[in-house]
């Protein structure tokens, strides 16, 4: 099994740009996130979806949106990125929503 | 490289010592805890967690603690190894909502 699959792994945007960073997970898990993490602050919630075709806000959603229309996919879209979006995303899946969290290996954006 | 962590707090132990690993929350109706592991350009993997109604569980080298009272985790890791080198979180469920929200860090660094 692949687990929580995520690419682009290294992303370059310019300032307004949009772009949208795949997550997916084969082990048909009901529940996903997607994390954020800055030097010294920790993983922080964006969003979270315990199901197909419900989504949530989490600690910090401002300037993200995200849907989830299968169970395996759960993309992350900025729709028009700016430097403070600087960043190491991670998407996570669990089978339920307080249970442990399998993340992907990242993708490291940089917005100039 | 490393970009993540770069304020966390350090604990340096010699290898084949224990290594103890503390974290405060403040939410006194948090009532799942997760402790994670995250290695250098990796994503963070799940170590052992408890629900609220223990204060105790054991895994392979590894005691996670719960102390309700004054609102305190920890992690033991016996006879710590190299591998054991890297960043390790707590997380927390606040029992209210699906949300996973991680503290910001400790950075375990092996002395040999």
């Known amino acids: 099994n692949a687990g929580v699959t995520q690419t682009p792994k290294f992303q370059v945007l310019k300032t307004g740009q949009s772009m949208t960073l795949q997550c997916a997970q084969d082990m048909n898990h009901e529940y996903m996130s997607w994390y954020r993490q800055d030097p010294g602050m920790g993983l922080r919630l964006i969003h979270y979806s315990v199901g197909a075709g419900i989504t949530d806000q989490g600690e910090v959603p401002n300037g993200y949106n995200v849907s989830r229309s299968t169970t395996e996919d759960f993309p992350l879209r900025l729709l028009s990125a700016a430097p403070s979006q600087t960043s190491v995303y991670f998407c996570a899946s669990s089978y339920a929503p307080v249970s442990p969290l399998h993340f992907g290996n990242g993708t490291r954006l940089t917005v100039t | 490289g490393e970009s993540v962590g770069l304020h966390l707090p350090t604990l340096s132990v010699q290898e084949g010592d224990n290594s103890i690993i503390n974290c405060a929350y403040s939410n006194s109706a948090s009532d799942y805890f997760i402790w994670y592991k995250q290695e250098s350009g990796k994503g963070p993997q799940f170590i052992i967690d408890i629900r609220s109604n223990m204060d105790k569980r054991q895994g392979q080298r590894v005691t996670v603690l719960l102390n309700k009272t004054v609102k305190h985790l920890s992690l033991q890791i016996a006879a710590t190894q190299p591998g054991d080198s890297a960043v390790y979180f707590c997380?927390?469920?606040?029992?209210?909502?699906?949300?996973?929200?991680f503290g910001k860090g400790t950075r375990l660094h092996i002395l040999p």
């Open positions: 997380a927390e469920n606040n029992g209210r909502d699906d949300k996973i929200i």
